[in-house]
């Protein structure tokens, strides 16, 4: 008796087609009698996932099935191809183990690179200049591979399509396979006269410059990507992608909190007292006077709206916040002292070190 489909696909009654095509795929590839040449049960088990994949994917025959009424399964896979057809639709043309049609798929490798801007460039945006040496088009051939005034040939072993298709039959009917052309490596053509410069390989190292544009409000740590920047991939194939890491430098003046700035000022007891002016330093250049009200406490927070980072993606800024810390001086002259006794008395607080002499 066979098996139940469902069990055997390692689906629930309830798994959509997705489910099932993709438990399918998992299981073809370990239970395939290609990748068990030495296990002789292999192509019964391959034989029954697939079934139960033909089943179970077709919501007429799946419909059926549920109802327990009988499948026919005598030419399953004998009207359309055999088990080869049912391959290519379930992981492309390539089949089980191919690689997907076309050539070789190639891509040159990505690059990362660091670049350190001002705080004062983090909040407004900048556009940065950044040097890297990297595999590069060759410029004496353009990338062919061959010497000037000559081009590639086709590979007469794969026709130019970068790979090599291998047959099988079985007791399923023929199976195929594609792997890279060993003659042209994957590229689909030979060189017969390479270029002097880059031997054939269709790229040189090179110094190499592009300017970064960054925008407002970027932190630390902040990856930019720049498609096609990175390393050539030679003959054949799209370069990889260029990533660029921003390093914001600390400014002395403040301390950033997401959008808002900190700055901090020290004023003297008589200061926070009474009350008092100073200038505050803007990160976009330039001061501006604010009070410090008579009163003011040691941590007070006086903000500045609008005046801090640029939010990134967007056009609003965050606030410059002034903390204002409370000086106590740790020595007196003489003078100082008693006018401070005498302040103090005054205010009637009690002093209990001695005067100095």
């Known amino acids: 008796m066979a098996r139940d489909y ?3 696909l390692e689906v629930g009654r309830d798994a959509t087609t997705e489910e099932i095509k993709k438990s399918f795929r998992k299981i073809a590839r370990v239970t395939h009698p ?7 049960e292999a192509e019964a088990r391959f034989r029954e996932a697939a079934e139960a994949y033909e089943v179970l994917s077709d919501p007429d025959r799946r419909a059926r099935y549920d109802r327990g009424d009988k499948v026919d399964l005598s030419d399953l896979f004998g009207g359309f191809g055999g088990f080869d057809d049912l391959l290519r639709s379930v992981f492309g043309e390539g089949g089980l183990f191919g690689g997907g049609g ?3 798929p190639r891509r040159g490798r990505d690059i990362l690179i660091r670049t350190e801007i001002s705080l004062s460039e983090a909040a407004f945006g900048t556009d940065s200049a950044v040097e890297y040496r990297s595999a590069a088009t060759c410029p004496e051939c353009s990338g062919s ?10 590979c007469p072993e794969c026709g130019g399509s970068g790979q090599t298709r291998i ?4 007791m399923f009917g023929t199976v195929t396979s594609l792997s890279t052309c060993r003659l042209c490596d994957g590229e689909g053509s030979i060189i017969s006269d390479p270029c002097q410069v880059c031997r054939g390989s269709g ?13 407002a409000g970027v932190t630390s740590g902040t990856r930019l990507r720049l498609r096609g920047r990175g390393e050539s991939a030679g003959r054949s194939g799209a370069p990889g992608d260029l990533f660029v890491e921003v390093a914001v430098a600390e400014d002395p003046r403040y301390e950033r909190s997401n959008a808002d700035l900190v700055h901090r000022v020290a004023v003297g007891i008589a200061e926070a007292t009474l009350g008092t002016r100073i200038n505050v330093p803007l990160i976009d250049g330039g001061e501006m006077d604010l009070e410090v009200p008579a009163g003011t406490q040691p941590g007070t927070m006086l903000a500045i709206p609008g005046q801090g980072m640029t939010v990134l993606g967007r056009r609003a800024r965050g606030d410059l ?7 106590v001086p740790r020595s007196l002259s003489p003078d100082q002292e008693e006018a ?18």
């Open 6 to 8: 469902y069990q055997v």
């Open 34 to 40: 290609d990748a068990n040449p030495d296990d002789p």
């Open 102 to 104: 076309g050539g070789r």
């Open 145 to 154: 591979g061959s010497a000037p005034g000559t081009l590639p040939e086709m």
């Open 167 to 170: 047959e099988r039959r079985s």
């Open 203 to 215: 790229a040189v190292d090179r110094d190499l410059s592009v300017s970064v544009e960054i925008p």
């Open 321 to 327: 916040i002034v903390a204002v810390d409370v000086e």
């Open 340 to 357: 401070l006794r005498r302040w103090a008395e005054a205010r009637g607080e009690r002093i209990d070190r001695p005067a100095s002499t």
